[in-house]
């Protein structure tokens, strides 16, 4: 009697620990896998604002992925070319300005509280004015792609291919917070390049090689 | 076909006599003892278990930080190279520093450069790790202890006003200044006094050579040597391709009289008169051992013969007896005078009456004016031995009231060390600009450490009329100050190291080469291209005076004659703080982390010493040094060799450089420095500095001192035990003569035929769209090894310590093999760099358990460190010996050297296999270059590390699969041969004969198989 009642608990335990490991299974990953990684930025930056509503082309601030390795991380000087002039959402901007038209007086300036961590890095004070003798300091922004140390993964070549942005980096356009869209594995690059070698790359044929040294050197 | 018999070439005389052996095989680890295996499975079941733990976590955050404001033309990630000056010598080369992020990384020679022409040699590659040293001083010090700029300027200039009212002597010492503004700025800073004046000391002179041309030109002068101008080239002594005055330049010169082609098979004559091996001798035609004592002998009797070709009456004097054969004296005369005003005769004596007869001869055969330019002179070596002497006369006496010493370290670098301190001591105001603690900075009240060279603007004119320009490339990484800065605001023309640049060029540099011009575009065309050039002046040439010119019986000695040289890769003690010249083996003698004392085999015999048995060597005034013994093949029976530069304080710090695991052996004995210093053997006669000594005396001291020698290690060559009949022959090196050459341009080569057509393996992967190949041309290596540290800098290859490199696992990545052949009186010698073939069909690939070694479709061969798992297979299958282990996680023991490191090479971890890619790295940026253009690659645009330093350019890099390429040109050449080609490797590198030019259609005193 206790058997049975045994193989019964343990069946179901069975059950249960299989369905577990099965729904587990989607989410398992690799060591080292880092899909889906939105790390919290020192700054909450919406690329889904930049590159999709205001459709700013990404080598407008990445300006480094046609010349280096590495697209890089725009300085904070570029984010200034507009961010003199706007510096808080346009509501709120569009509404000040109003309300400064009604009562006859300059618009009052208005700071977004995410703005603000951008001019304390550029140390501009309240007036948005060089605070002296203050150096203007860099932001610690938090690295979404992360390759290992014994890949050497090269922008230039790519962009010079054709391949988009969003092939590898994912619909950026549409993120609040920057995430890693695809897995970044080994398996993944070689996939694409010998379909790219078999299709080529919007329609121009490339020769995207898998020899090891490509990557590893 | 003629076919010469092979030349057996061997790489020690343990080789030699067939006793090398025990040293063949692919160093192994050896059985830990006291732990059994099931400890030692314990022990990686755990740590495997640890490896799986840490592997599940996320990674760990990593932040960027991009610039605040981003400065213009920097691109993040991206090299930028900037026209520059080397340092490393007096010779001033041409430079372009690559910059990445805001740190020199990589230094290579300036393709446009008159003098250089693109060459750099292992010093100039080292000089940015010389930077990232933490031992630099970071602060001035004042007797002693940290000080403020400002406290010790305001000292100085106290002391200094008092002296120039009292009229005290001041004397400022820096070896020679080839840089007109700090010449400029020394000059004003001595203006007020007195009595002030600037010695120039040379820590290794060539003195004679300017006062012996004081007496026969009238003017105190360096001739600028133009070697590629040298048919015949006669050289006592001088090492122009190693270390004499411009090693970089003559190399580069040299090199272009030393390509015989089948159009047109003429090559340059060298004959090299030497006591000791040299590089310079290692790659003479000919080579004479002569001791340094009797140069003036030979120098004597061929300025009678060459008087006498040229119908004049030669000077006056009997000269002494000729240590050479009579025969091969006369035809050195005849070959000098068929190539007159197309032959240059060198001699590196301290010898006034020998340089008279050096330039009596190279008068008499036309040579001025061709080969030695008196019209633009050298100032690559100003040094006055008389004003040195005079010096420490004066400090020995008391006389000096301030002494300023820059640049060198003037105690360490010269005799008498203890009575000079003392005398120094007495000096009331000394002021040291050195950059770290040397010998000389302890007795200093001041130290003002200056910049590095690669932290400030500097200039420099190593040609008269030939200007070049240095750039900062990095911030200052400490509060360090220019030396022209210091100056300023002592002298009281207070300006940055720029300002007073810029004042110099605009006053007196811009009128000569360019006074119709804005200063403005003049300045920037000369910070970007390095140099500019002023139109030569003409000067009348000077009557020569022949009133000096005697001949003189030199009485060669009983007793042992001394020979203090400097080291490739060391020169002066300068360099002795950088590991990676330490750990350079010699060119020659392939010893790294020492010096010792060169005998010649028949003199090792009669001391009963070998190999690292510690000597005695005794000068007659007392004198001593305990130096091991390296017995060098080649050198004069009654000559001993010491090399100059070691012995430096502080460089103890190497002790426990390298992996500290329970087996290591310190690379020096703590508080020891590497070596020991020589120059207390230095002495002076006819207000010269001398560096050649009789009466020596030499004795075993029974002890022991082990050498870490890499002239062993790696061989191709088959051991005795496993050859089917005794020791195999191959042709690793080979080499014929120019008389055999122009009968048939293939001689030299086996005469057995491989037939390589029969595949084992299916030609399942040829290389479609490039094919990366690359010719050596032996005949122009000198085996200066600028490649192997040009390697090690751009391939982040690591220093292993002296004990690792006795353990054969020294990691370069090029081998300089080194062969001789023939006996000691008439010794060849050929250099070999051996690195990754990049066999077709590779051995190495197939025994890889994992395929971490593998073929790319362009012909490299390519090796995965991440998939490596350290079964080491493949090294013991590769022929050439070319691949190394990380035994050890080889972490830089001054952690700031961590900066030098190339970011676009992956460090190697511990376990893994490493080995030349053949800068696969360099091949990519190139090819990605070229896809942005749109175009294909174009031919030289990648240069590999070890091609771009060369100065001798006998590195072709290429695609073979390109029939106009020069390699592809090179490969088809009917000197160039594979090594082990009867293997069938397939090898993707190539190399030239050696052809030597010489008369018998086979090599001279070679031994025959």
Same mark, same amino acid.
Request: glycine content about 8%; charged content about 20%.
């Given at each position: 009697?206790? #058997?049975?009642?045994?193989?019964?608990?343990?069946?179901?335990?069975?059950?249960?620990?299989?369905?577990?490991?099965?729904?587990?299974?989607?989410?398992?990953?690799?060591?080292?896998?880092?899909?889906?990684?939105?790390? $919290? %930025?020192?700054?909450?930056?919406?690329?889904?604002?930049?590159?999709?509503?205001?459709?700013?082309? =990404?080598?407008?601030?990445?300006?480094?992925?046609?010349?280096?390795?590495?697209?890089?991380?725009?300085?904070?000087?570029?984010?200034?070319?507009?961010?003199?002039?706007?510096?808080?959402?346009?509501?709120?901007?569009?509404?000040?300005?109003?309300?400064?038209?009604?009562?006859?007086?300059?618009?009052?300036?208005?700071? &977004?509280?995410?703005?603000?961590?951008?001019?304390?890095?550029?140390?501009? *004070?309240?007036?948005?004015?060089?605070?002296?003798?203050?150096?203007?300091?860099?932001?610690?922004?938090?690295?979404?792609?992360?390759?290992?140390?014994?890949?050497?993964?090269?922008?230039?070549?790519?962009?010079?291919?054709?391949?988009?942005?969003?092939?590898?980096?994912?619909?950026?356009?549409?993120?609040?917070?920057?995430? $890693?869209?695809?897995?970044?594995?080994?398996?993944?690059?070689?996939?694409?390049?010998?379909?790219?070698?078999?299709?080529?790359?919007?329609?121009?044929?490339?020769?995207?090689?898998?020899?090891?040294?490509?990557?590893?050197? | 076909?003629?076919?010469?018999?092979?030349?057996?070439?061997?790489?020690?005389?343990?080789?030699?006599?067939?006793?090398? *052996?025990?040293?063949?095989?692919?160093?192994?680890?050896?059985?830990?003892?006291?732990?059994?295996?099931?400890?030692?499975?314990?022990?990686?079941?755990?740590?495997?278990?640890?490896?799986?733990?840490?592997?599940?976590?996320?990674?760990?955050?990593?932040?960027?930080?991009?610039?605040?404001?981003?400065?213009?033309?920097?691109?993040?990630?991206?090299?930028?190279?900037?026209?520059? /000056?080397?340092?490393?010598?007096?010779?001033?080369?041409?430079?372009?520093?690559?910059?990445?992020?805001?740190?020199?990384?990589?230094?290579?020679?300036?393709?446009?450069?008159?003098?250089?022409?693109?060459?750099?040699?292992?010093?100039?590659?080292?000089?940015?790790?010389?930077?990232?040293? +933490?031992?630099?001083?970071? %602060?001035?010090?004042?007797?002693?202890?940290?000080?403020?700029?400002?406290?010790?300027?305001?000292?100085?200039?106290?002391?200094?006003?008092?002296?120039?009212?009292?009229?005290?002597?001041?004397? @400022?010492?820096?070896?020679?200044? &080839?840089?007109?503004?700090?010449?400029?700025?020394?000059?004003?800073?001595?203006?007020?006094?007195?009595?002030?004046?600037?010695?120039?000391?040379?820590?290794?002179?060539?003195?004679?050579?300017?006062?012996?041309?004081?007496?026969?030109?009238?003017?105190?002068?360096?001739?600028?040597?133009?070697?590629?101008?040298?048919?015949?080239?006669?050289?006592?002594?001088?090492?122009?391709?190693?270390?004499? /005055?411009?090693?970089?330049?003559?190399?580069?010169?040299?090199?272009?009289?030393?390509?015989?082609?089948?159009?047109?098979?003429?090559? +340059?004559?060298?004959?090299?008169?030497?006591?000791?091996?040299?590089?310079?001798?290692?790659?003479?035609?000919?080579?004479?051992?002569?001791?340094?004592?009797?140069?003036?002998?030979?120098?004597?009797?061929?300025?009678?013969?060459?008087?006498?070709?040229?119908?004049?009456?030669?000077?006056?004097?009997?000269?002494?007896?000729?240590?050479?054969?009579?025969?091969?004296?006369?035809?050195?005369?005849?070959?000098?005078?068929?190539?007159?005003?197309?032959?240059?005769?060198?001699?590196?004596?301290?010898?006034?009456?020998? #340089?008279?007869?050096?330039?009596?001869?190279?008068?008499?055969?036309?040579?001025?004016?061709?080969?030695?330019?008196?019209?633009?002179?050298?100032?690559?070596? %100003?040094?006055?031995?008389?004003?040195?002497?005079?010096?420490?006369?004066?400090?020995?006496?008391?006389?000096?009231?301030?002494?300023?010493?820059?640049?060198?370290?003037?105690?360490?670098?010269?005799?008498?060390?203890?009575?000079?301190?003392?005398?120094?001591? #007495?000096?009331?105001?000394?002021?040291?600009?050195?950059?770290? #603690?040397?010998?000389?900075?302890?007795?200093?009240? @001041?130290?003002?450490?200056?910049?590095?060279?690669?932290?400030?603007?500097?200039?420099?004119?190593?040609?008269?009329?030939?200007?070049?320009?240095?750039?900062?490339?990095?911030?200052?990484?400490? *509060?360090?100050?220019?030396?022209?800065?210091?100056?300023?605001?002592?002298?009281?023309?207070?300006?940055?190291?720029?300002?007073?640049?810029?004042?110099?060029?605009?006053?007196?540099? $811009?009128?000569?080469? !360019?006074?119709?011009?804005?200063?403005?575009?003049?300045?920037?065309?000369?910070?970007?291209?390095?140099?500019?050039?002023?139109?030569?002046?003409? /000067?009348?040439?000077?009557?020569?005076?022949?009133?000096?010119?005697?001949?003189?019986?030199?009485?060669?000695?009983?007793?042992?004659?001394?020979?203090?040289?400097?080291?490739?890769?060391?020169?002066? +003690?300068?360099?002795?703080?950088?590991?990676?010249?330490?750990?350079?083996?010699?060119?020659?003698?392939?010893?790294?982390?020492?010096?010792?004392?060169?005998?010649?085999?028949?003199?090792?015999?009669?001391?009963?010493?070998?190999?690292?048995?510690?000597?005695?060597?005794?000068?007659?005034?007392?004198?001593?040094?305990?130096?091991?013994?390296?017995? $060098?093949?080649?050198?004069? *029976?009654?000559?001993?060799?010491?090399?100059?530069?070691?012995?430096?304080?502080?460089?103890?710090?190497?002790?426990?450089?390298?992996?500290?695991?329970?087996?290591?052996?310190?690379?020096?004995?703590?508080?020891?420095?590497?070596?020991?210093?020589?120059?207390? @053997?230095?002495?002076?006669?006819?207000?010269?500095?001398?560096?050649?000594?009789?009466?020596?005396?030499?004795?075993?001291?029974?002890?022991?001192?082990?050498?870490?020698?890499?002239?062993?290690?790696?061989?191709?060559?088959?051991?005795?035990?496993?050859?089917?009949?005794?020791?195999?022959?191959?042709?690793?090196?080979?080499?014929?003569?120019?008389?055999?050459?122009?009968?048939?341009?293939?001689?030299?080569?086996?005469?057995?035929?491989?037939?390589?057509?029969?595949?084992?393996?299916?030609?399942?992967?040829?290389?479609?769209?490039?094919?990366?190949?690359?010719? /050596?041309?032996?005949?122009?290596?000198?085996?200066?090894?600028?490649?192997?540290?040009?390697?090690?800098?751009?391939?982040?290859?690591?220093?292993?310590?002296?004990?690792?490199?006795?353990?054969?696992?020294?990691?370069?990545?090029?081998?300089?093999?080194?062969?001789?052949?023939?006996?000691?009186?008439?010794?060849?010698?050929?250099?070999?760099?051996?690195?990754?073939?990049?066999?077709?069909?590779?051995?190495?690939?197939?025994?890889?358990?994992?395929?971490?070694?593998?073929?790319?479709?362009?012909?490299?061969?390519?090796?995965?460190?991440?998939?490596?798992?350290?079964?080491?297979?493949? !090294?013991?299958?590769?022929?050439?010996?070319?691949?190394?282990?990380?035994?050890?996680?080889?972490?830089?023991?001054?952690?700031?050297?961590?900066?030098?490191?190339?970011?676009?090479?992956?460090?190697?971890?511990?376990?893994?296999?490493?080995? =030349?890619?053949?800068?696969?790295?360099?091949?990519?940026?190139?090819?990605?270059?070229?896809?942005?253009?749109?175009?294909?690659?174009?031919?030289?645009?990648?240069?590999?590390?070890?091609?771009?330093?060369?100065?001798?350019? !006998?590195?072709?890099?290429?695609?073979?699969?390109?029939?106009?390429?020069?390699?592809?040109?090179?490969?088809?050449?009917?000197?160039?041969?594979?090594?082990?080609?009867?293997?069938?490797?397939?090898? +993707?590198?190539?190399?030239?004969?050696?052809?030597?030019?010489?008369?018998?259609?086979?090599?001279?005193?070679?031994?025959?198989?």
């Amino acid at each position: 009697m206790s #058997q049975r009642v045994i193989t019964v608990v343990l069946l179901i335990g069975l059950f249960f620990g299989a369905i577990t490991l099965v729904s587990g299974m989607s989410t398992w990953r690799l060591p080292d896998n880092q899909q889906g990684y939105a790390p $919290q %930025q020192p700054l909450d930056y919406s690329h889904r604002l930049h590159a999709g509503e205001l459709q700013m082309d =990404c080598r407008f601030c990445h300006t480094a992925a046609e010349q280096s390795r590495y697209a890089g991380i725009p300085s904070n000087d570029v984010c200034m070319k507009c961010h003199t002039v706007v510096t808080d959402s346009f509501d709120k901007l569009q509404d000040e300005r109003k309300r400064a038209d009604e009562e006859k007086r300059q618009p009052a300036l208005s700071i &977004s509280p995410e703005l603000r961590k951008l001019y304390d890095a550029m140390q501009l *004070d309240d007036q948005l004015q060089p605070i002296a003798g203050a150096t203007p300091k860099s932001i610690s922004w938090v690295k979404v792609h992360n390759l290992p140390d014994y890949v050497y993964f090269d922008h230039r070549a790519h962009v010079a291919a054709g391949v988009s942005c969003q092939h590898c980096h994912g619909p950026v356009e549409s993120m609040e917070r920057m995430r $890693q869209h695809e897995t970044l594995s080994m398996g993944w690059c070689v996939n694409c390049h010998r379909e790219a070698t078999a299709d080529g790359v919007n329609g121009r044929a490339v020769n995207a090689k898998t020899d090891c040294a490509v990557c590893h050197y | 076909m003629n076919r010469n018999v092979t030349p057996t070439h061997w790489r020690s005389l343990a080789e030699r006599d067939g006793a090398a *052996d025990s040293q063949h095989a692919e160093p192994h680890g050896r059985n830990v003892a006291g732990v059994s295996r099931r400890q030692f499975l314990e022990a990686a079941g755990f740590t495997l278990s640890l490896v799986a733990v840490s592997g599940c976590g996320r990674a760990p955050t990593i932040t960027a930080l991009p610039f605040a404001v981003q400065p213009e033309g920097v691109v993040p990630g991206r090299m930028q190279q900037y026209a520059s /000056i080397c340092s490393g010598c007096t010779a001033s080369c041409g430079l372009l520093v690559g910059v990445r992020d805001g740190r020199p990384l990589k230094m290579e020679g300036m393709p446009e450069h008159p003098l250089s022409r693109g060459g750099l040699c292992a010093v100039g590659q080292a000089l940015p790790l010389g930077l990232y040293d +933490s031992q630099r001083f970071t %602060q001035p010090l004042a007797d002693g202890q940290a000080a403020a700029w400002d406290d010790v300027d305001r000292q100085i200039q106290k002391r200094v006003g008092e002296l120039a009212d009292n009229g005290g002597a001041v004397r @400022f010492v820096t070896p020679t200044v &080839s840089s007109p503004t700090l010449r400029a700025m020394i000059g004003k800073f001595l203006e007020p006094f007195e009595n002030g004046r600037h010695v120039t000391f040379d820590p290794v002179s060539s003195s004679a050579i300017l006062d012996a041309h004081e007496q026969t030109h009238g003017r105190r002068v360096l001739p600028h040597y133009r070697l590629e101008n040298a048919h015949v080239i006669v050289s006592c002594g001088a090492d122009f391709l190693g270390t004499w /005055i411009a090693p970089v330049e003559f190399t580069a010169a040299w090199r272009t009289r030393r390509v015989p082609s089948e159009e047109n098979p003429r090559m +340059s004559y060298h004959v090299q008169l030497e006591g000791r091996l040299s590089l310079t001798g290692s790659n003479a035609d000919r080579r004479y051992r002569v001791s340094p004592a009797e140069y003036g002998n030979v120098l004597g009797h061929l300025a009678t013969s060459i008087a006498s070709r040229a119908g004049q009456s030669p000077p006056p004097g009997t000269p002494g007896s000729l240590p050479i054969p009579e025969s091969d004296l006369a035809d050195l005369a005849d070959r000098l005078w068929k190539a007159r005003g197309e032959s240059v005769v060198l001699c590196d004596s301290q010898d006034v009456a020998v #340089q008279l007869l050096v330039n009596y001869i190279n008068h008499t055969l036309g040579n001025y004016g061709t080969t030695l330019d008196l019209q633009r002179p050298s100032l690559q070596r %100003q040094g006055s031995d008389a004003e040195v002497l005079a010096l420490l006369d004066e400090l020995r006496a008391g006389e000096v009231s301030a002494l300023f010493v820059a640049g060198t370290d003037l105690t360490h670098n010269l005799f008498d060390r203890a009575a000079l301190a003392e005398a120094i001591g #007495q000096v009331p105001l000394v002021v040291s600009f050195a950059e770290r #603690q040397d010998d000389f900075a302890p007795l200093a009240h @001041f130290v003002c450490p200056d910049h590095h060279p690669l932290e400030s603007w500097t200039d420099a004119e190593p040609v008269r009329g030939l200007f070049s320009l240095s750039q900062p490339t990095l911030r200052p990484l400490g *509060d360090t100050r220019s030396i022209l800065e210091s100056l300023g605001r002592w002298s009281g023309h207070p300006d940055t190291a720029y300002g007073l640049l810029q004042s110099t060029w605009k006053g007196t540099i $811009q009128p000569q080469v !360019a006074p119709e011009s804005s200063f403005v575009d003049f300045w920037d065309r000369a910070v970007h291209d390095g140099f500019v050039e002023a139109a030569a002046e003409e /000067i009348a040439t000077p009557e020569f005076k022949t009133d000096d010119v005697k001949l003189v019986d030199f009485e060669p000695a009983d007793d042992f004659t001394l020979v203090l040289y400097s080291k490739v890769g060391m020169t002066d +003690s300068r360099h002795a703080h950088n590991p990676w010249l330490q750990e350079l083996p010699d060119p020659v003698t392939k010893v790294t982390w020492d010096n010792y004392v060169c005998v010649s085999p028949t003199t090792a015999t009669e001391l009963g010493v070998s190999d690292g048995d510690v000597v005695r060597v005794e000068a007659e005034t007392g004198f001593q040094v305990e130096l091991p013994v390296l017995v $060098q093949p080649g050198q004069h *029976d009654r000559v001993l060799a010491m090399a100059l530069g070691y012995g430096v304080p502080g460089t103890d710090r190497f002790a426990n450089i390298g992996p500290q695991w329970f087996e290591a052996r310190p690379t020096v004995a703590p508080g020891q420095p590497v070596g020991r210093n020589v120059a207390g @053997f230095i002495t002076a006669a006819n207000n010269q500095l001398q560096y050649v000594r009789k009466g020596i005396r030499v004795a075993s001291t029974g002890r022991h001192h082990p050498l870490a020698s890499t002239q062993e290690h790696h061989s191709l060559r088959v051991p005795a035990s496993v050859a089917p009949q005794g020791a195999e022959v191959r042709d690793v090196v080979q080499d014929t003569t120019l008389a055999a050459f122009e009968r048939d341009p293939r001689a030299g080569a086996p005469a057995v035929h491989h037939h390589s057509e029969t595949q084992l393996w299916p030609e399942d992967h040829p290389p479609t769209t490039h094919a990366w190949g690359m010719v /050596i041309d032996l005949n122009k290596c000198t085996g200066c090894s600028a490649c192997l540290i040009a390697c090690q800098a751009e391939n982040n290859v690591p220093v292993v310590g002296k004990d690792e490199v006795r353990r054969q696992r020294e990691m370069h990545w090029i081998r300089l093999d080194r062969y001789y052949s023939g006996d000691d009186d008439d010794l060849s010698v050929a250099h070999q760099p051996m690195m990754c073939q990049h066999c077709g069909n590779a051995p190495c690939e197939t025994v890889c358990p994992v395929l971490a070694t593998v073929h790319s479709d362009e012909g490299l061969n390519e090796q995965a460190y991440n998939r490596c798992v350290g079964t080491r297979y493949c !090294a013991n299958n590769c022929p050439y010996k070319v691949r190394r282990f990380n035994w050890f996680k080889y972490e830089r023991h001054d952690v700031l050297q961590n900066l030098i490191l190339n970011p676009d090479v992956t460090v190697r971890t511990r376990g893994v296999m490493e080995k =030349c890619s053949m800068c696969v790295q360099r091949i990519e940026e190139g090819k990605i270059a070229a896809a942005q253009r749109g175009e294909p690659v174009v031919d030289g645009d990648i240069k590999t590390a070890c091609q771009q330093s060369c100065p001798a350019q !006998a590195i072709v890099f290429g695609d073979l699969n390109d029939a106009s390429s020069a390699v592809h040109v090179a490969r088809g050449g009917p000197r160039t041969y594979r090594v082990l080609d009867e293997m069938n490797f397939r090898t +993707s590198v190539s190399y030239q004969r050696v052809v030597r030019n010489r008369d018998g259609v086979e090599q001279g005193g070679d031994k025959h198989v």
